[in-house]
């Protein structure tokens, strides 16, 4: 397998050297060229499979045996095994058409945590035998940030920077990332929202000059790494459903702000995962929701929600998506890009936009019905859910057909996210490790909005760096 980008002006890429790229350096985003097929009689085979044996069957179409078997096991030993739950990522019966499946119980109590556990490893390892500097850039609504930094910190040969919107994610993710005080880590607070963030980051990839000097890796969703071992949770929570559902038809519904979760989920059901409707849930911030109902993609008013990590305007992996909408042309993708650059928004036509509406739903949820489907599902059934787990609920109950199954994705920790669950006067025990975060000392650098400043600190931390040996 080799990897292109969704403009077609990269030469194809093998996996590492696609996992280095990060961002293609034609400004697309790199995918593989073929999506392997999964046969019916495979996904029979691998019900019986565990998380960690799961994730190394579906790498291995697409590795392309640069890594060897035993080292890539290895690596998917170590990046799991500090999860709290032995299955990674539990699935959980609600009631007889909803179920839950637990993305939380990584060492960040946030879904991220999945694919950034296993990133700092495949990172180390490609450092340790290339002998290469990885300095690792990104911005974060909140999760990635966390969850990139607990994947890389204090591994040799790897620096890693995080830009985060200041005061504009939750209490628990700004100290999940300003509380780690190794050499390696740099965390930038930009007075800003996410998307000047990610502007940033996207200007710093595409300057190949810079690029190359300071070899920038991506963490974030633009890597299609990412991408990838998100699809194994897909897998794994419809092949471990109970007998009874068998049969059904199962709709995945998603909070997703970035469109990165959500795509594993198309990339899933074009290898033959056989699933119903992806429901995407946003909130107030709903770009994918008005993509959705009306074909129109344009970024709108920036609006702070009690689903931080979702708060962003301008979805990244939408290129991607947008790759395969308009029949793999890279040559119309690069249009639609540079008419979204240049007006500001890009439209697509009526039989575009009926088989988006076959392949997706979409639900942008507001502040008070994201707090009464807590309320709600606390008061029934005694689960919390954290908010963004709450728009996913609402978005299952809003498009699941009778009959039909959903599994809802749990993308954090309810403890994360306290400024909200206080509103409606629950209380909630905070495990340990979140706890004892506000009596640790803060490490950050509040910076402004303004792309010289920043890359002024990122020059004076990655020169820093020792060269490998």
Known sequence: MQYISTRGKVEPKGFIDTVLMGLADDGGLMIPDVIPSVSAQTLEEWRSLSFQELFLKIFSYYTNGEIPDGDLKDMVKRSYASFRHPEVTPLKEINDSLYVLELFHGPTFAFKDVALQFMGELYSYISRVRGEIIHILGATSGDTG????????????????????????????????????????????????????????????????????????????????????????????YLHLPQSAQGKTVNISVPSGNFGNIFSGYLAKKMGLPIGKLIIATNENNILERFVKTGEY????????????????????????????????????????????????????????????????????????????????????????????????????????????????????????????????????????????????????????????????????????????
Request: aromatic share 10%; with cysteine; net charge negative.
């Open 146 to 237: 966390a969850a990139a930094i607990a994947g890389v910190r204090g591994k040799e040969g790897i620096k890693i920077c995080i830009l985060h919107p200041h005061n504009k994610v939750s209490k628990v993710q700004e100290l999940q990332m300003t509380t780690v005080d190794d050499a390696n880590v740099l965390n930038l607070s930009v007075k800003g929202n996410f998307d000047d963030c990610q502007q940033v980051i996207k200007e710093l990839f595409a300057d190949l000059d810079f690029k190359s000097q300071y070899h920038l890796r991506a963490i974030n969703s633009i890597n299609f790494v990412r991408i990838l071992a998100q699809t194994v949770y897909y897998f794994y929570a």
């Open 298 to 469: 344009k970024p709108g008013d920036f609006k702070s929600t009690h689903s931080p990590s979702m708060d962003i305007q301008v979805a990244s992996n939408f290129e991607r998506y947008l790759y395969y909408l308009l029949g793999e042309d890279s040559v119309k993708v690069s249009d639609y890009m540079a008419k979204l650059q240049r007006a500001g928004v890009i439209t697509v036509d009526s039989a575009l936009l009926e088989q988006v509406q076959t392949e997706f739903a979409a639900l942008g949820v507001k502040n008070d019905e994201c707090l009464n489907v807590i309320g709600k599902y606390k008061q029934e059934s005694g689960y919390l859910l954290d908010p963004h787990t709450a728009c996913g609920i609402a978005a299952y109950e809003a498009y699941n057909g009778p009959g039909e199954i959903a599994i809802t994705f749990a993308t954090a920790h309810p403890a994360k996210f306290d400024e909200a669950i206080s509103l409606l006067k629950i209380s909630q025990e905070f495990p340990a490790q979140i706890a004892g975060l506000s009596a640790l000392p803060q490490h950050m650098t509040v910076v402004e909005h303004d792309k010289a400043e920043i890359t002024r600190q990122l020059e004076a931390f990655y020169t820093l760096s020792a060269e490998i040996g």
